[in-house]
């Protein structure tokens, strides 16, 4: 398709790695972000992100191994240090590994089944549940560098990388959009990518004259890891304890714990347990009881880590019913999002599918905006 005018509203990991990809195939590529780079009120920023292999359900799984050359991609194409394979440890009970480990097999990949006793001896610093499975093409992701990274990718290949600029309306007109943007003057463009994570309901919420018909009911969390000091961090694998055995598959841990060393120490957070809240209001303190139970849950698990000395951070997911993201295209506008803690090991991915869609192709059925 030739060459065309496309607007990417939103600038962290997702709404950037569209803008790269977009780039990439000639179009003419304006991104607008409404903060300064680099900032923290969304859900891309922080210097860790887990990259893994290991996903039960084999779609997902497919996608981390297409993900994966993406990420060495855009490494060469920046010079940057995005993607270091630290490998991962998933433990817990007996059939969730078992799944892991039967996906990673079915896709050729290698792993490794241990008993707890294998992972205290290779690392002393985390103890391991029932069952542990370990695969090597895993790792940590340095999430500010990946996001400016992609900018920076974009922004060689032409693409125009605003911040500073809040998109307060989109709108369909022809079949173009224009795009309203706070204190400065509107873009007309023959398309729009939007990407901006916890505020998609917000933006795209005009009723019937929106400029989509139809969007998935998204849960907006305020979610609370925290870094624990730790003698070097970086040689840890990335980890998750899968509940079910010893981990009590209720309160906090219904969804597990995950983990990963960092240069700001251990990283450590329950997934997706965080309170409801408006990303526009939200107040960023730390929760102290959550703070509690994970330097409880630390001091336990991780005896590698300062237990006493958690640094929490707070950061927001993004989340649809069945924690699948959402990919799609209604006329000239493509919603990426959805992400639902877990999209930033797919983010080059996602981008090159948001920029397929936008030129015309289809995406999977599971990331449509029209879903039960
Ligand atoms: C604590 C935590 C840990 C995580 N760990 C992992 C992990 O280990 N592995 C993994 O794969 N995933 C992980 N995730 C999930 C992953 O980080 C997110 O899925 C991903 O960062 C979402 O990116 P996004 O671009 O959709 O959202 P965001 O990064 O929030 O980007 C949206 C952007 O849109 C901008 N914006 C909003 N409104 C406007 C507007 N009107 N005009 C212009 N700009 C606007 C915002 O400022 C923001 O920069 C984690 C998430 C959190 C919070």
Not at 62 to 91: F, K, N, S, Y
Not at 108 to 127: C, F, K, N, S, T
Not at 219 to 232: G, L, Y
Request: aromatic share 6%.
């Amino acid at each position: 398709m030739s060459v065309r005018r496309v607007v990417v509203v939103g600038g962290g990991a997702m709404g950037s790695a569209a803008a790269w990809r977009l780039a990439a195939r000639g179009d003419e590529v304006t991104l607008l972000e409404r903060f300064w780079p680099g900032h923290d009120r969304g859900s891309s920023y922080g210097t860790s992100r887990i990259f893994r292999l290991a996903y039960a359900d084999p779609f997902y799984a497919d996608l981390t191994v297409r993900a994966l050359p993406l990420w060495q991609q855009l490494e060469e194409a920046t010079g940057r240090r995005i993607l270091t394979l630290t490998g991962a440890v998933d433990h817990g009970p007996a059939a969730v590994i078992e799944a892991l480990h039967e996906g990673l097999t079915r896709l050729g990949r290698p792993a490794e089944r241990l008993v707890p006793e294998q992972v205290a001896e290779r690392w002393p610093g985390l103890r391991a549940d029932t069952s542990a499975l370990y695969h090597p093409e895993a790792g940590r992701l340095h999430a500010d560098e990946s996001v400016a990274g992609f900018q920076q990718a974009a922004r060689d290949l032409g693409a125009d990388i605003r911040h500073g600029a809040r998109v307060s309306e989109l709108s369909v007109q022809g079949e173009g959009v224009r795009v309203r943007i706070e204190g400065q003057d509107d873009i007309r463009a023959d398309a729009a990518i939007v990407a901006v994570g916890s505020w998609t309901a917000s933006l795209l919420a005009n009723g019937p004259d929106g400029p989509v018909r139809s969007l998935p009911a998204l849960r907006v969390t305020q979610e609370q890891p925290a870094h624990f000091p730790a003698v070097d961090p970086l040689s840890w694998p990335s980890f998750i304890h899968h509940p079910g055995a010893a981990l009590p598959a209720v309160g906090p841990t219904v969804d597990g714990v995950y983990g990963l060393g960092s240069i700001d120490g251990v990283k450590a957070g329950f997934h997706g347990i965080g309170p409801v809240v408006d990303p526009e209001r939200r107040d960023r303190t730390p929760d102290p009881e959550t703070l509690r139970a994970l330097a409880a849950y630390a001091e336990r698990w991780l005896p590698g880590v300062q237990h006493t000395a958690p640094e929490p951070l707070t950061c927001l997911y993004t989340t649809t019913k069945q924690h699948d993201f959402i990919a799609d295209r209604q006329g000239p506008v493509t919603v990426l999002g959805g992400c639902s803690g877990h999209a930033f090991k797919f983010a080059p991915l996602l981008g090159e599918l948001a920029a397929a869609l936008t030129h015309g192709q289809p995406g999977p059925d599971r990331f449509t905006l029209d879903r039960p």
